[in-house]
T-cell receptor, first 113, second 108 residues
Framework: NAGVTQTPKFQVLKTGQSMTLQCAQDMNHEYMSWYRQDPGMGLRLIHYSVGAGITDQGEVPNGYNVSRSTTEDFPLRLLSAAPSQTSVYFC????????????FGDGTRLSIL | GIQVEQSPPDLILQEGANSTLRCNFS?????LQWFHQNPWGQLINLFY???GTKQNGRLSATTVATERYSLLYISSSQTTDSGVYFC??????????FGTGTRLKVLA
């Protein structure tokens, strides 16, 4: 019972590099989302998806792209990494929308030099 | 947009003590959820509680949606309760807004 799996757990990038953070869930959840957590702060929503082929922006979408080609996978792309994107990234999923309990992955710690 | 404020920001307890954490939100919400982020950074669901009261062992939560607040009670605290407690509210249908958290340290 894997739940929500994020890879990699840690990554260091140089400014301007591109990268994809992977997120996969095996619970057949419709709703998936990406958050970033900066030191001493709560989580902020980057992008979310309510099903395959449907994505939308959250609170802090700039600098990030997403796509949802399957129910299981929801990758987050940084096209040109910037130091301001240094953060811990969490992926979450839930069975439905409207706040049914979200299940979180263990996070990806990303540092951009 | 909606504002979510949690208090206190920091809390230090002796093992065995009780505590109450508060979450205030500035507008009507569809749902509310409490999370515990443990010292390893993992986020654990505690309660999904849009209204009313729920209990799970030593933890309980109450949400009074009409007055725009929720409370998380921790009784007989243990060192394993240490970490950060977040509330998150759902605005509209899809968007979660997190509070800035209460950092709890329980001393043995």
């Amino acid at each position: 019972n894997a739940g929500v799996t994020q890879t990699p757990k840690f990554q260091v990038l140089k400014t301007g590099q591109s990268m994809t953070l992977q997120c996969a869930q095996d619970m057949n959840h419709e709703y998936m989302s990406w958050y970033r957590q900066d030191p001493g702060m709560g989580l902020r929503l980057i992008h979310y998806s309510v099903g395959a082929g449907i994505t939308d922006q959250g609170e802090v979408p700039n600098g990030y792209n997403v796509s949802r080609s399957t129910t299981e996978d929801f990758p987050l792309r940084l096209l040109s990494a910037a130091p301001s994107q240094t953060s811990v990234y969490f992926c979450a999923s839930s069975y439905g929308t409207g706040g049914l309990p979200q299940h979180f992955g263990d996070g990806t710690r990303l540092s951009i030099l | 947009g909606i504002q979510v404020e949690q208090s206190p920001p920091d809390l230090i307890l002796q093992e065995g003590a009780n505590s109450t954490l508060r979450c205030n939100f500035s507008d009507s919400v569809n749902n509310l959820q409490w999370f515990h982020q443990n010292p390893w950074g993992q986020l654990i669901n505690l309660f999904y509680i849009p209204s009313g009261t729920k209990q799970n062992g030593r933890l309980s939560a109450t949400t009074v949606a009409t007055e725009r607040y929720s409370l998380l009670y921790i009784s007989s605290s243990q060192t394993t309760d240490s970490g950060v407690y977040f509330c998150a509210v759902v605005q509209g249908t899809y968007k979660y807004i997190f509070g800035t958290g209460t950092r709890l340290k329980v001393l043995a």
